[in-house]
C-alpha cells in the first residue's frame, strides 16, 4: 500500500473526511475537514493552530491534498504562521522575522521560505576564503601558480591591516595574485538552493554579492576587479543592465588594508539560472620582485536574499553602475564569455 494511503487512514481515525450522513449537503461542503471522531465540529479557526504543529514536509506534500478546507486553510493562514515559527527556532533567522511580518506576501512565498529556509541567506560560493586551496575555482589560464593562500592572522600593519569586521567573521585566509591573476566560480541557483525557475521569475529574491579585497603595503601597483553577471539556462549572458555588475579599483601605493566591495541585483528579470563570479588581481612591488604581491581577496560570497528584503539596498552605487552602462542602447554592452564557460564546464 502507498504512503499515501497510509497518510489518509492516519487521518481518517480522527477527522471526518468522506461525505456526512446528515441530509444537509451545504453543511456537508462547508465542514467537511473540521468533524473529528466523526462527533465533534471543530471551529475554522482552530484548524490553523493545528495543521502548523505538523511539520514542514508533511503539511507540504500531504496536509493540502486532504480536502478543499485544508488547502486553503493551509494557504490563507497556516503558510505563513508555519513560516514565522521555523524563522523563530533558528537563531540565524530571527532578524529576519520582522520582515515577514512587515511584508504581504503570497502564500508561495512562505511556503517556499518554509521549505528551503537554508537557501537563503546561505553563502553559495564554495571555498570563499581558499580555506580548501583552489577547490571549486577555476583558474583562468589553468596556471594554479597564479595564487598563493595566505594566512592574514599572521599580518602585521607592514604588510596588510586587518580590520574588526573581518575579525568578527572569522576570516583567517585569503588569495593572493601574483602579477596577474583571475579566477571564477558559476553559481547554479537551481542546484544550490532547490528554488523552482518559476519562483526565481515570479519573486525575484534579491542576489547579494560581496567579497573583501587588499594589498601590501609596499605593493607599488596593485589593481583589483570583480565582475558578476546573471546567466540563464544555457549559459547565455542576459544583456539587461540589472544582470551585469563591473567593479574596478586601484589601490593607492602604501595602502595596505582591506576594503568591501558589495552589490544587490534586483528586478533583474525572467530566465536567471546562474551567477557567474570572476575576480582578477594585478600587483607590482616596488622592488619589482617576482612573487605573490598582487591584489588580496578572500570571503566572495553570493546569496539569494527573502523576496522584497531591502535591507541592503544601501550598498547600490547607483552612480558607478550608471557611469559603467552609460554607452548601452537596447542591450547591455556584452562581453564574449565563451571562453570562461568552457573552462568552467
Keep these: 500500500m502507498s504512503k499515501m494511503s497510509d497518510f489518509y487512514k492516519k487521518f481518517k481515525r480522527f477527522f471526518h473526511l468522506t461525505k456526512f450522513s446528515s441530509n444537509n449537503d451545504s453543511f456537508n461542503a462547508i465542514n467537511n475537514g473540521l468533524l473529528f471522531n466523526n462527533q465533534y465540529n471543530i471551529p475554522p479557526e482552530i484548524l490553523p493552530m493545528i495543521l502548523v504543529n505538523v511539520d514542514t514536509k508533511t503539511l507540504h506534500k500531504h496536509c493540502t491534498?486532504?480536502?478543499k478546507q485544508w488547502n486553503a486553510t493551509i494557504k490563507e493562514y497556516v503558510w505563513k504562521l508555519k513560516c514565522e515559527q521555523e524563522l523563530m527556532r533558528d537563531d540565524d533567522y530571527k532578524n529576519k522575522l520582522k520582515l515577514i511580518k512587515e511584508k504581504q506576501y503570497s502564500y508561495i512565498v512562505y511556503q517556499t521560505i518554509s521549505v528551503f529556509k537554508n537557501s537563503f541567506y546561505k553563502n553559495l560560493i564554495k571555498n570563499p576564503c581558499g580555506m580548501n586551496g583552489l577547490k571549486y575555482w577555476v583558474i583562468d589560464r589553468?596556471?594554479?601558480?597564479?595564487?598563493?593562500?595566505e594566512d592574514i592572522q599572521s599580518f602585521d600593519n607592514n604588510i596588510?591591516?586587518?580590520?574588526?569586521?573581518?575579525?568578527?567573521?572569522?576570516?583567517?585566509?585569503?588569495?593572493?595574485?601574483?602579477?596577474?591573476s583571475s579566477k571564477i566560480q558559476i553559481i547554479d541557483?537551481?542546484?544550490?538552493?532547490?528554488?523552482?525557475?518559476r519562483f526565481i521569475d515570479e519573486y525575484q529574491p534579491p542576489i547579494y554579492i560581496s567579497e573583501w579585497y587588499g594589498s601590501r603595503r609596499d605593493s607599488e601597483l596593485c589593481f583589483y576587479e570583480l565582475r558578476a553577471m546573471l546567466f540563464d539556462a544555457d549559459y547565455k549572458e542576459i544583456n539587461r543592465c540589472?544582470?551585469?555588475?563591473?567593479?574596478?579599483?586601484?589601490v593607492e601605493e602604501g595602502q595596505g588594508f582591506f576594503q568591501k566591495v558589495q552589490h544587490v541585483f534586483?528586478?533583474?528579470?525572467?530566465?536567471?539560472?546562474?551567477?557567474?563570479?570572476?575576480?582578477?588581481?594585478?600587483?607590482?612591488?616596488?622592488?619589482?620582485?617576482?612573487?605573490f604581491y598582487g591584489t588580496k581577496f578572500t570571503n566572495a560570497n553570493v546569496q539569494l536574499l527573502f523576496p522584497k528584503d531591502t535591507s541592503l539596498d544601501h550598498v547600490i552605487d547607483e552612480n558607478l553602475h550608471e557611469l559603467y552602462h552609460k554607452y548601452c542602447t537596447e542591450n547591455c554592452t556584452?562581453?564574449?564569455?565563451?571562453?570562461d564557460i568552457k573552462l568552467v564546464l
Design 65 to 67: 491534498l486532504v480536502c
Design 142 to 149: 589553468n596556471d594554479e601558480n597564479s595564487f598563493r593562500i
Design 160 to 180: 596588510c591591516t586587518i580590520n574588526d569586521e573581518m575579525k568578527a567573521c572569522k576570516i583567517t585566509r585569503c588569495f593572493t595574485s601574483s602579477f596577474e
Design 189 to 197: 541557483l537551481f542546484k544550490e538552493t532547490g528554488l523552482s525557475q
Design 242 to 250: 540589472n544582470c551585469n555588475y563591473t567593479f574596478e579599483y586601484e
Design 266 to 291: 534586483k528586478n533583474y528579470g525572467k530566465n536567471v539560472r546562474y551567477v557567474y563570479f570572476c575576480h582578477m588581481g594585478v600587483g607590482l612591488n616596488t622592488q619589482f620582485w617576482d612573487s
Design 334 to 339: 556584452s562581453f564574449d564569455f565563451d571562453r
